[in-house]
């Protein structure tokens, strides 16, 4: 039986819904195009940061510096970084990217002030994205700032990124919202197309060696996907937009898993830059022999088939059946 692995992600049509998601591995036409030979279905670029458009590096190197403090193995796969770039060779690279690739390109920018800085949205559709990610990446650490005030400034963002392109735009998410499912319908109706759920902040670490405060990145394990499988969930079918999954998806069945809560596709970051691009066809042969052994004939029809509208216990996703797994557990201390 042949399996069918298309997807629809933002009105565009991918192979299969293995995506690498903004990382370094996305940063240069070079190792786009190993990613393309491996059979990702899309790429989504690394971020042009509002602090590059603005004239501040500071957060361009910060990202630079915790590169350095990956794996040998991901260093490997390193291509020349992106990050340390101005709008200009941003353009350039989404040009170059769309020339080399068959694939479509989705461009990807960081911020979190609505402002004039948004206007390079434009100047993205015109270099031939043909999608763009708009990372909302902002911590709310003022006193001052409510909850109400917050969410405007993100629905704010979000439509004056959207009313500049007409090309579809993704907004991604944190999960701190006291609200998320009422978020993500604000965002919907302030122009996005899609969500990426989730953003994953860069925690904070302390050296205590040099008593400073120290950037680390940790790349993630397929512990992680829980969370933004479980709002996948708790979104499809309820909020009128594509769904990603970012965060934890390293194993076929990490994959089928975010599927069926609903995800239109999942990217991928820090399984491709442990495995490499090659890990791509590990991924997609194994959610092919998954679904032909349990008779599904497409991604279409196992998308969202265990979301919480359509699986036989909702609550699941709510609570969590808090209570039972709490009690079940058990160590050897108590
Ligand atoms: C070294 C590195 C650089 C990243 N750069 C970006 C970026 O420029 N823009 C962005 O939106 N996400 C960026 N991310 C986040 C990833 O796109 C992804 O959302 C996150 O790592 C979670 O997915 P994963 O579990 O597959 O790694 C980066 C991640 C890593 C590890």
């Given at each position: 039986m042949s399996v069918d692995l298309r997807t629809r992600y933002l009105g565009l049509d991918l192979a299969h819904p293995i995506v690498a998601s903004a990382s370094p591995l996305t940063g240069s036409i070079d190792s786009l195009k190993r990613l393309q030979d491996a059979g990702i279905a899309a790429v989504v670029l690394p971020s042009l940061f509002e602090e590059q458009i603005e004239h501040d590096e500071m957060s361009a190197h910060n990202l630079m510096m915790y590169g350095a403090e990956l794996s040998p193995e991901a260093q490997g796969f390193f291509?020349?970084?992106?990050?340390?770039?101005g709008p200009d060779k941003y353009l350039q690279l989404i040009a170059d990217a769309k020339k080399a690739l068959r694939v479509p390109v989705i461009a990807s920018l960081n911020g979190y002030t609505p402002g004039g800085w948004t206007g390079i949205a434009r100047k993205f559709q015109e270099a031939g994205a043909d999608a763009l990610e708009l990372n909302v990446?902002?911590?709310?650490?003022?006193?001052?700032?409510?909850s109400a005030e917050v969410e405007a400034r993100y629905v704010e963002l979000v439509e004056s990124v959207t009313r500049q392109v007409s090309i579809p735009v993704a907004v991604k998410v944190a999960p701190?919202?006291?609200?998320m499912a009422n978020m993500a319908a604000r965002l919907a109706k302030a122009g996005a197309r899609g969500l990426v759920l989730f953003n994953r902040f860069l925690q904070p670490d302390i050296a205590l060696e040099e008593l400073e405060v120290a950037p680390r990145l940790v790349l993630s394990t397929s512990d992680e996907l829980r969370l933004a499988l479980r709002w996948i969930a708790i979104l499809r079918g309820r909020v009128d937009v594509s769904l990603a999954a970012t965060g934890g998806a390293h194993t076929p069945d990490d994959v089928l898993k975010l599927l069926l809560a609903g995800a239109d596709c999942v990217m991928l970051a820090s399984s491709l830059l442990t495995k490499g691009p090659k890990h791509v066809g590990a991924l997609v042969r194994g959610i092919e022999a998954w679904m032909r052994e349990r008779e599904y004939a497409s991604v279409a029809q196992l998308?969202?088939?265990?979301?919480q509208e359509s699986?036989?216990?909702?609550?699941a996703f709510e609570r969590a059946n808090y209570m039972k797994a709490l009690k079940s557990y058990t160590s050897e201390f108590v």
């Open positions: 291509p020349e970084m992106q990050y340390s770039t990446y902002f911590l709310a650490a003022s006193i001052d700032d409510t701190y919202f006291s609200a998308k969202g088939s265990l979301s699986c036989p216990d909702p609550d």
